[in-house]
């Protein structure tokens, strides 16, 4: 059987490297568009939309963080 602590380690591992991987996409993105031949006004556009994206996963991943910390301090209320 797995220890809890080792699969404790794993996840919060895996949280930090899928956020350094996220930071730096997002990064070679904005430079992709800042590179591009597109015309200045497109290379605006296509920022905007990227970070309008971005805002959006973060509310919903904070939305669904928050849920479960509420339904957390239900359940404790509870016992």
């Not at 200045?40 to 905007?48: D, N």
């Not at 805002?55 to 669904?64: G, Y």
């Amino acid at each position: 059987m797995v220890e809890v602590g080792t699969v404790s380690g794993i996840s919060k591992l895996s949280i930090w490297l899928s956020g350094a991987f996220a930071v730096v996409s997002i990064g070679l993105l904005y430079l992709y568009i800042a590179m591009t031949d597109a015309s200045s006004p497109q290379k605006v556009l296509w920022s905007a939309g990227l970070s309008m994206a971005v805002a959006f996963v973060f509310l919903v991943s904070w939305t669904v963080a928050r849920d479960v910390v509420r339904e957390k301090e239900r359940e404790l209320r509870r016992v």
